[in-house]
């Protein structure tokens, strides 16, 4: 059997290269970037480039991942699903002379931002491209656990972000 394109027009990485833009609008990432919109360091599914770059001087990146994926048969060749996607929010703590728990807060009002440029977006429309998915819920991981020590020699404080999308009926 050949291999075929997905069905789903809207899969995760499409959904996060669509967030890329809208994420960083109005907050520290857009504020702190080269570029001025924070596009460059926002990542999709790209943790190690995000920590070397987090090494080489930049204090604040994201980086975007599938969650967990649903696919359910709706009628006969007719599929919806859910789409989970993480936003993991991470500050280079071992550089700043802010306590952690500044840190921490300060990345906290900055998903809180996040989380309003999805909302006032939600259904995921970024440069008059419309895709058929919606905005179920958004979720933020609670204050513990906020260490993120994958790997050595950076220590990274972590919030994480949850957006929760229906992917509307599309055929087979």
Sequence with gaps: MPIR???????SKIIMGILK???????QLAATSTSGTGIEIVYVQQKYKMVLGMADGVTVAVNMSSGNQERTC?????????????????SKWDTQIQDIDALWASLDDDLE?????????????YGGT????S????????YEGQFDV?????????????LIYNVLPYGM
């Design 135 to 142: 905005l179920q819920k958004i979720t933020f991981d609670p």
């Design 130 to 133: 419309n895709h058929t998915i």
């Design 113 to 125: 931002r996040m989380a309003a440029n999805v909302e006032s977006n939600d259904a995921t429309e």
């Design 150 to 162: 994958s790997f050595p020699q950076i220590t990274l404080i972590k919030r994480c972000m949850k």
């Design 74 to 90: 709706e009628a006969y060749r007719a599929y919806a699903g859910v789409t989970i996607i993480e936003v993991g929010y991470y």
């Design 21 to 27: 833009n809208i994420l960083p609008v109005n907050t």
């Design 5 to 11: 394109d997905p069905n789903n027009p809207n899969t």
